[in-house]
């Protein structure tokens, strides 16, 4: 079964298991990177206030289960799921958001996006954000709207309108839960320390490799520790030498320990070439390489 032919069988039996009152839609969304994701929505027929958060569910992921899994049962047994998880969703618009501003400024966090790549993107949606080398930081909000889990939503002029908060007192919640924030050191899928970095790192890693993970605890938007040179320096200086920064995806960074003999260039392509070749387009950081000197506490497009 081509794609195409997918996509039409499946709108007609996911609209069997809705029923009349919900349309079963099709929607492509942009995403990170200007990436286009074609999704599965519902939206009912008459709704009483403006639709704003609804599941998303990817076409592509659906096609892949289909095909790896083609016994009728089965896949309905899925349909069956995604239809609870929207049944079971609160109500859908930013009246179901938390407006309560000392409340909700516990969950507003930073996020990093490529700015080039990302130009149209943040001025069709009227995205505050703030530049940092050729990074846009943007503003995010954890959401616990849905049954099944959490969520974020980007943080747009529109919200900040709808609550009447300024934008300065979003990039201040924004900057203070940044640190607050345990991020965590790993030597490839290892943790290097049960602890934070923020604690104190009393560990031997004279045996370790010179490359390292970090991200936050839940290695979700974890590239923002690039923002906290207070933790890199740290760790700079336990291994005694300045680091290499390496953009693994929007959710965590690389460490290289600067032992000498690397060539900047030849980092810069192996960074591009897996991009290219592992990394989901919509979770692509940068093409770019990146340069922590201990004594300065600064970040650098390397040269």
């Known amino acids: 079964m081509t794609f195409e032919e997918f996509k039409a069988m499946l709108k007609g ?5 809705m029923g009349d009152g919900i349309e079963v839609r099709y929607e492509t969304y942009t995403k990170n990177n200007q990436t286009e994701i074609e999704a599965m929505t519902f939206r009912e027929r008459t ?6 958060l609804s599941p998303a569910i990817h076409l592509q992921d659906l096609y892949e289960f289909y095909k790896e899994n083609d016994k009728i049962k089965e896949f309905d047994d899925c349909l069956h799921q995604i239809k609870l998880l929207y049944l079971n969703q609160e109500p859908k618009s930013f009246a179901c958001i938390d407006c309560n501003w000392e409340e909700m400024r516990g969950s507003i966090f930073l996020s ?39 969520g974020t939503m980007v943080i747009t002029k529109e919200l900040m309108d709808y609550m009447s908060v300024s934008e300065d007192l979003f990039w201040e919640a924004a900057w203070n839960n940044l640190y607050q924030e345990n991020f965590y050191i790993f ?3 290892k943790l290097v320390s049960t602890e934070s970095i923020e604690a104190d790192m009393h560990i031997d890693l004279s045996h370790l490799p010179p490359m390292y993970i970090i991200s936050n605890q839940d290695r979700e938007y974890g590239s923002r520790a690039i923002l906290r040179t ?5 760790f700079s200086r336990e291994l005694n030498c300045n680091l290499y920064i390496l953009p693994s995806s929007i959710h965590e960074i690389i460490l290289v320990a600067d032992i000498g003999g690397f060539d900047v260039q030849k980092m810069r392509e192996n960074v591009s070439s897996i991009n290219a070749s592992l990394v989901p387009e919509h979770e692509r950081l940068s093409d770019e390489v990146y340069y922590f000197r201990k004594d300065r506490g600064t970040v650098e497009i390397a040269m």
Do not use: C
Not at 13 to 17: A, C, H, I, P, S
Not at 119 to 131: D, F, G, R, T
Not at 142 to 148: A, D, E, I
């Open 112 to 150: 990093l996006v490529h700015e080039d790549w990302n130009q149209k993107w943040l001025a069709e949606q009227e995205i505050p954000y703030s530049k940092f080398l050729d990074f846009a930081i943007i503003l995010r909000k954890t959401l616990n709207v849905f049954s099944h889990g959490a």
């Open 187 to 189: 030597e490839g899928a």
């Open 13 to 17: 039996r996911m609209q069997e298991y």
């Open 47 to 52: 709704p009483q206030e403006k639709t704003m």
């Open 230 to 234: 207070d933790l890199l320096q740290k």
